[in-house]
């Protein structure tokens, strides 16, 4: 069985909360007592479901306490709650800690935190496209994983706390965005994508670019390359464009070596694009490369259909008779 993805990864959760290292969730455990030569029990400790001693994670619990006879064994014992430890060394004179360790706390609360987004979204989204073209996920869907994975760390320490609070205010917010169609995720066509989206594509060392688009895309859904085939600038820098093949993005020449003048120019299917830099004299690098991302105006605008909804208020439907 396929495992459900999660949207958010630990390095965009502190992005998000950078003081996600404080919630890690351990717990400290006090009055150890010997109940035998080297073997140490903490009573009351509650569920302890990994041991750290100093900082250090003393790995998986052994089977039972009586098997405990190496430095640094451990066990818990649920139907006492006790957790008994195996030390050369009093841990009263340590730092005995219970808890998860920390990557794996984290995964499990972005996993339950993507798990309650898929619950609170629109069942008519498909899950299998809140990625871009790239196969990340679209940064509005990451960061509402993320603050609500701040939200459940924050909870378990401070049910009441208002920087809780916010966050979730965020996150119900971009819910309703992307429930309302108000926010759309790089799969949906909109209005405004015949025009054209345009990107960098990695390190663009030119101070003279692609700066806006004019027209309306006639063509379907394609990524069209702008790559500088010669430095300088305009009137000197030229251009090349490349379209889609039947069977490869951006592996059709459609244009080659077009004189950037700093005036609209021909892209593609009735698209035009304009170059533009900071000063007079801006340059364009050879080999900066740029896409444009577009549809065809055509092209069903995913954010202009709606399905309906049966409203129900007391689990009985708004259209319906209850009482009569």
Not at 74 to 80: G, P
Not at 176 to 195: F, P, V
Not at 233 to 242: I, N
Not at 257 to 279: K, M
């Amino acid at each position: 069985m396929a495992t459900a993805p999660t949207y958010c990864t630990h390095r965009q959760l502190k992005d998000v909360f950078p003081q996600v290292d404080s919630f890690d969730n351990k717990k400290n455990l006090y009055g150890w007592t010997e109940v035998t030569t080297n073997k140490y029990a903490s009573h009351n400790s509650g569920l302890t479901t990994q041991l750290f001693a100093n900082g250090e994670d003393l790995g998986s619990a052994q089977s039972a306490h009586t098997d405990l006879n190496v430095e640094g064994e451990w066990f818990y014992n649920s139907a006492e709650d006790i957790t008994y430890y195996y030390s050369a060394s009093d841990p009263n004179n340590k730092l005995m800690e219970s808890g998860e360790e920390f990557s794996t706390l984290i995964t499990r609360i972005t996993a339950n935190a993507s798990r309650y987004l898929d619950s609170r979204l629109d069942p008519n989204l498909p899950k299998e496209q809140l990625k871009d073209k790239s196969g990340n996920f679209d940064y509005i869907i990451i960061r509402t994983t993320a603050l609500i994975s701040a939200v459940f760390l924050i909870r378990s320490h401070d049910p009441a706390s208002e920087i809780a609070d916010k966050m979730e205010e965020e996150a119900d917010k971009n819910i309703e965005l992307l429930n309302t169609g108000k926010a759309s995720l790089s799969w949906q066509t909109t209005g405004d994508s015949s025009k054209g989206v345009i990107r960098e594509v990695g390190t663009i060392s030119g101070a003279l670019r692609p700066v806006e688009t004019r027209g309306r895309y006639s063509g379907t859904w394609d990524l069209v390359k702008v790559i500088v085939t010669t430095g300088g600038v305009l009137g000197t820098a030229k251009f090349s464009v490349y379209n889609k093949s039947g069977d490869k993005l951006k592996d059709n020449l459609l244009l080659s070596n077009e004189v950037i003048t700093g005036d609209f120019q021909s892209l593609a299917g009735g698209l035009q694009i304009r170059w533009g830099g900071s000063a007079d004299d801006s340059s364009a690098t050879v080999d900066d490369e740029f896409e444009v991302e577009v549809a065809g105006y055509n092209e069903v605008n995913d954010l202009n259909h709606t399905t309906s909804r049966k409203m129900t208020r007391g689990g009985v439907g708004v259209y319906g008779n209850k009482g009569t």
